[in-house]
Structures are given as C-alpha cells and as structure tokens.
C-alpha cells in the first residue's frame, strides 16, 4: 500500500519485507527506491478497502473488458449454495466473487442488511449495522457491472433473470467459516436500474439469555411470570428490527424441557433450536398462517409461537387456543404495549375474548451501545435527570460511530384485573396505559433513561429512539 513519496523515495506498507525478489522487480518498474514500513495484512487489506474501494481490483479489470457484462452473465450458472470462504477463485475477476466479497464483507461487520442502488451517476453500497444504514467504499466503474450484479443476486435466488420490471423476492443460503446463513432477497425496478435489498439471517443453533439481551433485573422477574403460566398469550410488540424474535426465542428456550412441545410457525425462521418443532410459511402454495395455526393445534402442542398475527383469521385462531389451554407467543407491529390490545381490537377480536385471553404485553425497541473501547463521560444533563452520562468518541473497532452492539429497552404490561376490565370496556390505548404505569409499568423512556444512567447507551440515542414517548 503506497503511503508517501518524498526525495524520489516511496514509502510503501507491507507485510513480507523480506521477499527481496518483489522488492527488486517493484523498484526496477517504478524506477524509484522504495522503503519498506512492516504493518499487518489485515491494515493493508483495511487501507485497500478504505482508499481504493472493496473489490476494486475486480472491478477495474472487469470494467476493462468491453463484454464483462455479458461474459459474466454467461459465468454465472449455478443457484447451489456459495460458500464465500471458497478460495478456489479468489484471484478471478469475476461478478461471482466481487458479490462473494461485498456479502462476506457484511457478514464480518454484523450487518444485517445489505443495499444495492442505483442511480444516474453512481452505484452505492449501503450496510445495516446496529440499525443505521452505513456506505461502503466502492470504485465508482461498478456502475458497469450493475445489470451483472443483478443477474448474479437473481441466480443465487432462483429468480428470473429476464424479468426487469416487476418486484421480486427470493431466497439464498451461503456459508462462511462453517456457519450458514440465510439471504432473503428482494428486487426493486427503478428508473436507473434494478434495486437490491438482502437480509442477513444466520442459521446456527441459539442459546440466549435474558440479561444479554439487555433485560433489567425487575423486568426479567415479570418475563419469567409470564412465560410459565400454562396457557395464555403472551405478546412481544415493536417495529420491524427491533428485536421481537430474538426474545421470544430466548422466553423458549428458558421453557423448553422435555416434558414442554413447542411448535413455531414463522416467516422465515430466523433461529434454529433443539427439541423444537418449527414451521416455515409458503403462502405462494398456500401454507400461511391460519392453515399452520390450524395444523398446529392436531399436534398436541403445550407452547406455540406464531411469528406475526397479520388478520383476523390469524387472531382469531391464536386468541382461541389461548383460551383452550395453550401457552402462545405472538408478535405485533405496534408503537407500545397498551396499543396492541387496541391493534386487536381494530382487526375484530371482541373485547371479552382479547380481555380472558392476553396475560400481558412485551414491548420494546433496540437501542445502540456505547462502545466500551472509546467509551467517555459527558455533562450531566439536568432536562433529562441524568447525574452522569457516557457517549463514544469513535474508533476503528466501532467504524468511528462511537457505538458497538446493541440492548434491549422494554416496557412490561401484565394484564391486572383492572387491566382487564378496561379491555373489556374498550377502553383507549392511552388509559390504558396511564392505568399499567399506576400499577408499576416502567416505560420504554423510563427504560431507556434507566440504561443511560448504567453507561449502556448514550443521551442522544435515548432521545434517538423513544422520541414521541412518555
């Protein structure tokens, strides 16, 4: 990697300076004298991406061949599985492993979405880490190698290639480093091009706590309450990414015991467990939700988790085997706890049946960590009540974004006896609410506010994800 010239003298980065047969061919080439400065692989591998763009070598000498889009599209024939650890190839100039190279990139930096955009005069590259969109360092030439690109995704996904004015979405499986992960992939037509959007999920078994997720001590005692009543549902409220799945799957395996049949039925599974029953949705032949519920139920199930309620249908069902003996788990997109009662309410389960039937609502939003390696205090903040508060400076090991990882904020409704009679009463969210924080319910602000005052999470991102919260 070059990083000065001074005097005729070029300073480059390397990681062998005692492979004198490449030192001598480079100083005969540039026709200068070149000093050597020892640094790792992985700083060079760092500075390449940095300065030059992932995969530019790749790109370059595609972009060079008039035909690359066409020959690639010819190259690429397979849907099997890609295993992105392959080295078989790494060396070729090929969409295949620029593709390979941008995923395994994602994979690496724990992002769990990746966007592909086109636009008039570029092509970008954005990773989902931690819930916030970052953009790759890419060579601008990629632009060239956009309908490649495309062609490549939709092999992978066993989608057609021809089709560039419809949406489309897909599946892919890949592996890197012995651990499998799932691509859900959708398509976009736009005016510049085609759109890509792929999901990351990983395949590997789990084995979750609640702590880790980042549950308080109190909070876990009232999780603990709910998920070992023998029938009743349970509901886990929050937008898209915030973490629903993944606590509902630690709940389950907090209960899953030999003498315990779970059955899931989701869309996709996002984890893979032991002694579990889990189903996969394909409504393209029809296998939705209500007809797995109602599959489900002949199997004798003591738990059942449905991944989203999305109709009446599905409610209806779900508040019936609730009623019938089962412990259930369901998720809902609603903005707090009290609001998904209401949610029901609106798609048409009757008061009555969503008042014997709910044992109490889990709401929550993911929020960003501080990063513990550039971690430093600020001033106290007297509007929010806070004493001492933490933020991150920013550093290689978080990309200079001050936050690594990312915690659990909650807020817990049981569903008293009073609670169940304004159910019943139909009651509006916001009562219902005023009425859970009389009897103790800490409120996602509350929560938040409780993890900046541990260092967890810093001022700006409590009011980042609570705004509009009480």
């Given amino acids: 990697m070059p990083l000065s010239e001074q005097d005729g003298v070029l300073s480059l980065a390397c990681s062998d300076p005692f492979d004198w047969q490449s030192w001598d061919e480079l100083e005969h080439l540039l026709d200068c004298k070149i000093e050597r400065v020892l640094t790792t692989r992985e700083n060079i591998t760092q500075m390449h991406k940095m300065y030059y763009g992932l995969g530019a070598e790749t790109v370059e000498r595609l972009t060079n061949n008039k035909d690359s889009s066409e020959a690639e599209q010819l190259q690429v024939t397979s849907a099997q599985a890609t295993n992105l650890s392959d080295d078989e190839s790494a060396n070729e100039p090929t969409v295949v492993n620029l593709v390979n190279r941008i995923i395994s990139e994602a994979i690496t930096s724990n992002a769990t979405d990746i966007h592909f955009e086109p636009f008039d005069s570029k092509y970008r590259v954005r990773y989902r880490v931690d819930g916030m969109l970052e953009d790759v360092s890419i060579p601008q030439s990629v632009k060239q190698l956009k309908s490649a690109l495309v062609s490549r995704i939709k092999i992978m996904s066993n989608l057609d290639i021809t089709e560039k004015r419809l949406p489309q979405d897909g599946r892919a499986r890949v592996t890197l480093k012995g651990v499998e992960y799932d691509l859900r992939i959708s398509i976009l037509p736009g005016v510049y091009g085609e759109a890509i959007n792929i999901r990351l999920q990983s395949r590997q078994m789990v084995k979750l706590e609640l702590t880790g997720l980042g549950f308080q001590h109190e909070e876990q005692v009232k999780i603990d309450e709910l998920i070992n009543r023998p029938h009743g549902l349970v509901l886990v409220t929050g937008p898209t990414g915030s973490g629903k799945t ?49 599959s489900m139920l002949r199997h004798d199930p003591d738990v059942m988790l449905i991944g989203e309620i999305r109709d009446r249908e599905t409610a209806d069902i779900t508040i019936r085997s609730a009623l019938t003996g089962h412990l259930v788990f369901a998720t809902l997109h609603t903005n707090d706890a009290a609001s998904a009662v209401s949610r029901l309410l609106d798609i048409g389960i009757e008061p009555f049946l969503a008042a014997s039937s709910i044992s109490g609502v889990i709401a929550q939003r993911l929020v960003r960590k501080i990063c513990p390696k550039c971690k430093q205090v600020v001033p106290a903040d007297e509007l929010n009540d806070v004493s001492e508060s933490w933020t991150g400076k920013g550093c290689e090991a978080c990309r200079y974004t001050g936050c690594k990882g990312r915690s659990v904020i909650a807020e817990i409704l049981p569903v008293s006896s009073a609670v169940r009679t304004m159910i019943q009463q139909r009651e509006p969210a916001d009562r219902i609410k005023e009425q859970a924080v009389r009897e103790g319910m800490n409120t996602l602000r509350n929560s938040a506010l409780q993890a900046v005052k541990e260092g967890r999470i810093s001022v700006a991102e409590m009011l980042r994800v609570t705004h509009g919260d009480i």
Wanted: overall charge negative; glycine content about 2%.
């Fill in 246 to 294: 993944t606590t509902l799957y630690t709940c389950l395996s907090k209960i899953n015991k030999p003498d315990t049949k779970i059955i899931t039925i989701e869309d996709p599974v996002e984890y893979w467990m032991d002694d579990i029953l889990q189903m996969q949705v394909h409504e393209e032949i029809g296998f939705d939700f209500a007809r797995a519920l109602r």
